[in-house]
């Protein structure tokens, strides 16, 4: 590879992205969705999976079963368990919420007594999280307003005592920005790579590099560099964006998060190659991309659905595209922070190294460097 | 000595055959030229020779021998290729010196004093010095194509291969192109290979080859091909005889006839051979239609017509008249306004200032328009057919746009397609067809609602030489038979004999508008209209 071709090729680019105002797509797209969507999206919560203990065994306790059986937002299972090892399904991820109606529940509302009801629910979702409590709390005072006859007197009588396990803090931006980071950084890089690429074909300048001794290892890197080095940037104002705008933690490794996230838009702008590749028109191109980043990149990031909580298909489908490693990478140096001693980071690192790997080769392999 | 062999080279895309086999043998200091119509595989040669087209056969340059792309590649350093299409190879948003850095960049080029002193003479004879800041998206054409050229010939390049490089040029910067080339070519011993639409070039080159249909039909000197077919040709016959074509005052016949001999020009070839492989044209004829006398005399006339995008006026008060039974060409190279008048006309651009008027009534708002639209007919730069349906139903859509009853349209669309002779292509898709069969059919679905005027924009651009002038023939015929008025753009500025009056158009205003006949008596020694018109565009600097 000679530098200087690079360098040139480098330079064109960046002229024509500032003067044709692409630039303005480049910066202003990726922070844009970032605002609307971390502020905009709330989500319901349906078919929650729910495990009722109840130890009460009375008329009043299955009037509280039967009200949880009855609505479609939970899937309740009762069952007699001890608390501990209740707390273990959470963590197993094979319940979300645990119920445990106390001994006694039916005397301390015959006698008027204040009685509680404790709550667990997987908090890793925040957002799932909350709006469960909120489901809770209505179905167990409905119950009881049932018996009392007026919600005031229902809500004095009984305390829900709601605990989230893993994520105590319970915000919806922590679950949703790291997702959003997730879709946008496979949005935009894709986009600004595949029409880079595709106007040189619309316009015929292609010409240039059909026809002249540069070589397709160079031309590639003159392309690609300039997006690799602009998104680059859009890293650092999403941190920013993320931890000043919309007050998320960071526990983790800086180093990590900047690392993966190269390896992303690596992945992201090969996506915008092999389009650039079966494409001869921006417009096409443009469409083309964005229907194959938003979608998966929506779905499998975990803002709206949970991987783990996914069944079948769906399942295997999120293990396909990329997004769901990196998500994965994200919300770890933000919420948790284990860093690369968690061996599933590690191991999900490796992933997305491989899937920029085999993606940009095989982006290389297609590109041809003559008229089709 | 750079020499290129080209041996048994032949493309094919997908299922298409581009071109036959050709062997060719060249060497430095030549001027080759490839002749004919756009898809008789000219490019396809072009893009074979400069490695960036798979192709069977061999190619030798330089005592390189190669047979794919990859192949190819170690003879690139020494090869300037330029793609067919106005300043395709640059880039809009970049200025002249931008665009001679990044090409000398990329060609790896040492930028010391010599360079300098060579890039400095190309941007003196592009005359270009005083714009090089400009960017290259707000150039004129012929300015833009002259950038391109010297883009191509920074790398001072042992082979040159220019596809259609002064196509849609204006002829002032053609001329200055061809300065370029025989400068660069004398001194630095390249070998040139150059496509051309003009038959008029042929005569700067030191060979020609002449392309149809995917095959060299011949190849030689442009005098040596005009001697081949001299005893073919004669002065236009009266009465038509049998197996000979009689278009444009040429009778040509391939046995002899009772007739006085004409000098032949390299068009002839392209009859003779037509004459060959497929014997006489089919004989055109137009519909019968009854003249309705109550039609004005002036069709249209506009008045200071302008049209402006933005800061760029394509079109500068403009004010041009059309008469019935008057064939007008407006022409111009790409990028003069041609379209954008027609477009202004048709309603398809809002007129910013002038007034237009159209059978005598002031045109205002597309209400008036609405009640012409019935007497308009119009064929568009590129036909616009609809590609997924035969010429019958493309016919019969437009017919029912027209209001025309189902029950004639059947009949008349046999009418049309029998007259004009594309009866055998009726059912076959518009991308199927030659162009010049695709030429005829759109002119149908144009007048079947049968218009006083007929608008047409570029027919003719890079339909073959026989096809070109058959059009010409059915034109001449719709004008005579029906009285209708014609207004017709073109950049082949030779095609202004055809018409009865021209207007000449240059970076959007009117530069010549004159009958044909009084452009000669104007212009005594003018050997025809390039030299007329080449005479306008240096008056109006």
């Known amino acids: ?372 | 000595m750079n020499r290129l062999q080209v041996r048994k080279v032949s493309v094919t895309y997908r299922k298409k055959t581009g071109l036959k086999p050709v062997s060719l043998e060249a060497t430095g200091g030549e001027i080759i030229g490839l002749i004919g119509a756009d898809g008789a595989g000219k490019s396809s040669l072009m893009h074979a020779i400069a490695g960036i087209k798979s192709f069977d056969g061999e190619i030798e340059f330089d005592n390189h021998i190669y047979r794919s792309p990859k192949e190819a590649e170690k003879v690139k350093g020494s090869i300037g290729f330029m793609p067919q299409g106005l300043g395709l190879i640059l880039y809009e948003q970049l200025g002249v010196n931008e665009h001679l850095d990044f090409f000398a960049d990329i060609r790896g080029i040492k930028q010391d004093s010599a360079f300098r002193a060579y890039r400095e003479r190309l941007l003196r004879m592009a005359g270009l010095s005083d714009f090089t800041e400009r960017q290259a998206g707000r150039l004129s054409g012929g300015m833009m194509q002259k950038l391109a050229l010297i883009c191509t010939l920074l790398h001072r390049p042992k082979l040159l291969l220019l596809d259609e490089p002064t196509t849609g040029v204006d002829p002032l910067s053609r001329m200055e192109l061809w300065d370029i080339l025989n400068d660069i070519i004398t001194k630095e011993k390249t070998l040139c290979i150059v496509s051309t639409a003009y038959m008029a070039e042929a005569t700067q080159m030191d060979r020609v080859l002449l392309f149809e249909d995917g095959e060299i039909i011949d190849k030689g000197k442009a005098g040596e091909l005009i001697e081949k077919v001299r005893p073919f040709s004669y002065e236009s016959a009266p009465e038509p005889f049998e197996n000979s074509i009689t278009i444009h005052g040429y009778t040509y016949s391939l046995k002899p006839l009772k007739l006085k001999p004409k000098e032949p020009t390299l068009d002839a070839v392209f009859f003779i051979n037509f004459l060959k492989k497929y014997g006489p044209i089919p004989e055109i004829s137009i519909v019968h239609k009854d003249r309705d006398e109550d039609v004005p005399a002036t069709i249209m006339e506009a008045k200071g017509l302008t049209k402006r995008f933005g800061k760029f006026v394509a079109n500068d008060h403009i004010d041009m008249e059309l008469n019935r039974g008057e064939i007008l060409g407006l022409l111009g190279a790409n990028g003069a306004g041609k379209t954008t008048f027609i477009k202004m006309l048709l309603g398809l651009l809002p007129i910013d200032e002038g007034e237009l008027f159209l059978l005598g009534k002031r045109i205002k708002s597309a209400n008036d328009r609405q009640m012409l639209k019935a007497k308009i007919g119009y064929v568009s730069q590129h036909f616009a057919l609809y590609k997924g349906m035969s010429v019958r139903e493309n016919l019969r859509y437009f017919a029912n746009m027209h209001r025309i009853e189902p029950e004639r349209t059947s009949g008349l669309i046999k009418e049309y397609a029998n007259t004009l002779g594309f009866y055998s292509y009726l059912d076959a898709l518009p991308t199927d067809l030659p162009m010049g069969i695709n030429q005829r059919f759109s002119v149908a679905a144009a007048i079947m609602h049968e218009p006083v005027v007929l608008f047409l924009d570029e027919p003719t651009s890079g339909v073959d030489v026989v096809a070109r002038a058959t059009f010409w023939e059915m034109l001449q015929r719709l004008k005579e038979e029906w009285n209708i008025a014609i207004l017709i753009t073109t950049h082949y500025m030779g095609e202004a004999e055809f018409c009865d009056s021209v207007v000449l158009l240059r970076d959007g205003k009117k530069i010549a508008d004159d009958t044909v006949k009084n452009l000669y008596q104007i212009h005594p020694d003018a050997h025809n209209f390039e030299d007329i018109f080449l005479d306008y565009y240096k008056k109006a600097f």
């Open chain 1, 1 to 372: 590879m000679r530098i200087g071709v690079i360098k040139a090729y480098f330079k064109k680019e960046l002229l024509d992205i500032y003067r044709s105002k692409l630039i303005l797509m480049v910066y202003i797209m990726p922070s844009m969705i970032l605002i609307l969507f971390g502020y905009g999206i709330k989500l319901e919560v349906t078919h929650t999976r729910t495990l009722i203990i109840d130890n009460d065994q009375s008329k009043a306790s299955y009037d509280l079963v039967s009200a949880f059986e009855h609505s479609k937002y939970f899937n309740s299972e009762v069952k007699n368990l001890s608390e501990n090892k209740a707390l273990n399904l959470i963590k197993q991820d094979k319940k979300d919420l645990i119920i445990i109606i106390p001994e006694s529940f039916e005397k301390h509302l015959l006698k008027g007594l204040k009685t509680s009801v404790g709550v667990y629910i997987d908090g890793s979702f925040p957002s799932r999280a909350k709006t469960t409590e909120n489901y809770v709390n209505g179905v167990i005072y409905d119950a009881i307003m049932k018996r009392s006859g007026s919600e005031a007197e229902s809500r004095a009588l009984i305390t829900i005592n709601a605990r989230n396990l893993f994520n105590q803090s319970l915000r919806d931006e922590d679950m949703i920005v790291p997702g959003l980071i997730g879709l946008v950084l496979l949005v935009a890089p894709a986009i600004l790579s595949a029409l880079l690429i595709v106007k040189e074909k619309e316009k015929g300048t292609i010409f240039n590099f059909y026809s002249s001794p540069v070589k397709k290892s160079e031309f590639l890197a003159a392309k690609l560099l300039p997006v690799l080095v602009l998104h680059g940037i859009n890293i650092f104002i999403l941190f920013l964006w993320a931890i000043y705008l919309f007050e998320l933690p960071f526990r983790g490794s800086f180093l990590l998060y900047i690392f993966s996230s190269f390896i992303y838009i690596i992945i992201s702008l090969s996506v915008g190659l092999l389009v650039s590749i079966i494409t001869s028109s921006q417009i096409v191109a443009l469409v083309l991309t964005l229907i194959i980043t938003i979608i998966p990149g929506f779905l499998y990031s975990g803002m709206l659905m949970p991987i783990s909580s996914m069944e079948g298909e769906s399942v295997i489908e999120a293990h396909i595209y990329p997004v769901m490693y990196y998500t994965h990478i994200l919300y770890d140096v933000f919420l948790v922070g284990d860093g690369l001693s968690a061996s599933k980071n590690l191991l999900y690192l490796l992933i997305l190294v491989g899937y920029a790997t085999i993606l940009l080769s095989i982006g290389a392999l297609l590109l041809k460097k003559r008229v089709a």
